[in-house]
């Protein structure tokens, strides 16, 4: 299974980094390595956040693409939540 393939709230384990030696120096420059266990926190667009222990990192679905990952944990997705309501503030009477 590929990153790219992971949903909001899966703990996957990386167990290999694919590609050319380039794509291999920017994973590991931003702290991707193997066996490094991380938490799918929000997908927007074609970005995912991800986080381990105290680090988020965001990767691009061009790089989630190149890690190949083991699915450890199935979770409701965080990502999921009820958007918050604001209250609005009407003026005069009308409230």
Do not use: H, Y
Request: proline share 4%; with cysteine.
């Amino acid at each position: 299974m590929l990153l790219i393939d992971a949903r909001c709230g899966d703990k996957v384990k990386v167990k290999e980094i694919l590609g050319k030696e380039a794509i291999l120096k920017k994973v590991e420059a931003m702290g991707v390595r193997k066996g490094d266990v991380f938490e799918v926190i929000q997908r927007w667009g074609r970005n995912l956040l991800v986080r381990n222990e105290n680090n988020r990192l965001v990767i691009s679905s061009d790089i989630a693409k190149n890690i190949e990952v083991e699915l450890i944990k199935t979770s409701p997705p965080p990502c999921e939540i009820k958007p918050c309501r604001r209250r609005r503030w009407r003026w005069g009477w009308f409230r």
